[in-house]
């Protein structure tokens, strides 16, 4: 018994706890491939994987170098959290702090109200606008 | 999808670290890889590290060349295997090993759905990575800026892999690259767990790895840690765990081998640090011999992560990247029983106490005796924790899933230690 129990225990156990990760596996999906690293994993993934996949329009239209901001027009609060994500997801540009007047400007969740900037893509997520006027 | 670029340059980690064959080379070869793979990374890791020490931009002609050469020295080394190595264990891999590799599947079929992604690596793990890969340094100066919010003090060594994987490239990390990284690393753990383990023969090590993956798959999608340091930190631990606890003739077999990688444990987490105190001290007081003997052997083991915790926590302090050394106000011991209580609510892992109780049932049918020493700092190290949480509002529920992996490593240490013979 001694000798059998290891045995059957690491048996009894493993198969559950991988029974556990399968189920769970199904019950969120199941297997396929994510459109973004995000678009299961947050509290609202849809809206995380919009915005990723905003970010990922930004990287094709927005030109390498140019000077960029993002933000929340109706959450200001949230401008650190946002600046942080923006310099890993913005790998081509210089990602700026929201007070400075940049090149471009993505806004998530709302449009911009300035009349210098004209809106150039957007998803459910948000829009980028390109500054025109100076 | 994952680019040709990042998958090379982590598979290049294994011939990279191939120098410590001569340290190696009576194990199996899974864990042979195993190990290859954390030495290559740590061994990029540290000099990228020293060139930011010294304000050199890093590039691949700095970085592979000593590795290399370390690595073609060693394999032209002949270095006779002990007697006691010689002898291989010819026992097949058994079924329950079928068992691992669907657990292991289920986590990289999680990670492709993005199931598994943490919110920690696109905050602040991949941005570090993105950024000091960009510029070719690891970067004090946009990781300290207050606005950036980077947690300038945690240890540098995931995010100066993820830089590693940019060389050569575009200067846009690989974020479907750094999340497949995670299964690759529970990969390589537990390869080394049970290439340790058949040396030492432990008889039960095929269904210790089999649980030991089962479980870290479900922890991993259940905490959502891939792109985290968390998986790199495991690696470290268990091959650091499985060096100290599988040996045949000597305790100091592989003293070697898990001085290297503690040194790995602690540039990947800030509770690494703690994690290499604790398991030094421990095997010095756990070893056989004189006072003398286990104070000389236990330096020897010691030396290199003590030395190598040090020189991050001066480089960090000396460069302003610090935060979480800095004392909190809300420290008070009204708050300890409360928390205490939380603390062994989330023990249960919400799997009703299970791994323990799995575990322990394996140790009890072992030599107690030997997993002693584990579990005095499984112990401790929950204690640590419980120091860490105590506060008004301690939110265990936010990332105890995460800290509580390191205790129950230190715990299945101490299973293997119970199985082991007493003379292998």
Redesign the interface.
């Known amino acids: 018994m001694r000798r059998r129990l290891p045995l059957v225990t690491a048996w009894v156990c493993a198969l559950l706890f991988t029974g556990i990760a399968v189920r769970e596996h199904f019950a969120r999906g199941g297997p396929g491939l994510a459109r973004t690293i995000a678009s299961n994993s947050s509290n609202s993934p849809k809206s995380a994987e919009d915005t990723l996949l905003l970010f990922e329009e930004a990287t094709k239209v927005v030109p390498r170098g140019a000077t960029i901001t993002v933000f929340k027009p109706r959450n200001r609060a949230d401008d650190m959290q946002v600046l942080r994500f923006s310099h890993g997801q913005l790998p081509y540009h210089q990602v700026v702090p929201q007070s400075e007047l940049p090149d471009f400007i993505i806004t998530l969740g709302a449009p911009l109200e300035d009349g210098r900037y004209e809106q150039v893509a957007a998803n459910d997520a948000g829009m980028i606008w390109r500054r025109t006027r100076w | 999808?994952v680019t040709l670029r990042f998958a090379l340059l982590t598979l290049a980690l294994i011939p990279l670290g191939s120098w410590a064959r001569p340290l190696v080379r009576h194990l199996a070869w899974p864990g042979r890889l195993a190990i290859y793979f954390a030495c290559g990374l740590l061994s990029v890791v540290v000099q990228m590290f020293v060139l930011s020490m010294l304000g050199v931009h890093w590039n691949a002609w700095l970085l592979v060349p000593l590795p290399l050469l370390l690595s073609v020295v060693s394999a032209r080394l002949s270095v006779p295997l002990r007697p006691t190595a010689q002898t291989t264990d010819n026992r097949r891999p058994t079924t329950?090993l079928l068992?691992?590799a669907?657990?292991w599947a289920?986590?990289i079929?999680?990670v492709?759905?993005?199931?598994?992604?943490?919110?920690d690596f696109?905050?602040?793990w991949?941005?570090k990575g993105?950024?000091w890969g960009?510029v070719h340094l690891l970067d004090t100066e946009?990781t300290k800026a207050p606005?950036?919010?980077?947690h300038p003090d945690y240890p540098p060594l995931l995010p100066l892999y993820y830089a590693w994987t940019l060389l050569g490239g575009?200067?846009?990390?690989d974020?479907?690259g750094a999340?497949l990284a995670t299964p690759l690393f529970l990969l390589a753990g537990a390869s080394a767990l049970w290439a340790f383990g058949r040396y030492a023969r432990v008889g039960?090590i095929?269904?210790?790895v089999?649980?030991f993956?089962?479980?870290y798959?479900?922890f991993y999608?259940?905490n959502?840690v891939a792109?985290n340091a968390e998986p790199p930190l495991h690696l470290f631990e268990a091959i650091a765990l499985a060096a100290l606890t599988c040996w045949r003739e000597r305790s100091d077999e592989h003293d070697w081998i898990a001085a290297i990688a503690l040194s790995g444990v602690a540039l990947t987490k800030v509770e690494g640090g703690v994690f290499v105190l604790l398991v030094c001290g421990l095997t010095w007081i756990a070893r056989e011999g004189t006072l003398r003997q286990r104070l000389i052997a236990g330096a020897k083991m010691a030396a290199l992560p003590v030395a190598t915790l040090a020189t991050w926590l001066l480089f960090g302090i000396s460069r302003g990247l610090t935060d979480t050394y800095v004392p909190r106000e809300d420290l008070s011991i009204q708050y300890i029983w409360p928390t205490f209580l939380d603390l062994v609510r989330e023990l249960s892992l919400h799997?009703w106490y299970?791994?323990w109780i799995?575990f322990g049932?394996?140790l009890l049918?072992?030599r107690v005796r030997n997993a002693v020493p584990y579990l005095i700092a499984c112990v401790v190290f929950l204690l640590f924790l419980l120091s860490v949480y105590t506060r008004a509002e301690p939110h265990l529920e936010w990332s105890a899933g995460r800290t509580l992996m390191t205790p129950l490593l230190l715990f299945i240490a101490g299973t293997i230690a119970a199985?082991r013979p007493q003379r292998a």
């Open positions: 999808m329950i068992l691992a669907t657990a289920t986590l079929s999680a492709f759905a993005a199931m598994a992604t943490s919110g696109v905050y602040f991949g941005v993105q950024r960009a946009f606005s950036h919010y980077m575009d200067g846009a990390l974020w479907w999340i039960t095929d269904g210790i089999t649980l993956v089962a479980l798959a479900l999608v259940r959502q792109g799997l299970l791994p799995a049932v394996i049918c072992g199985q």
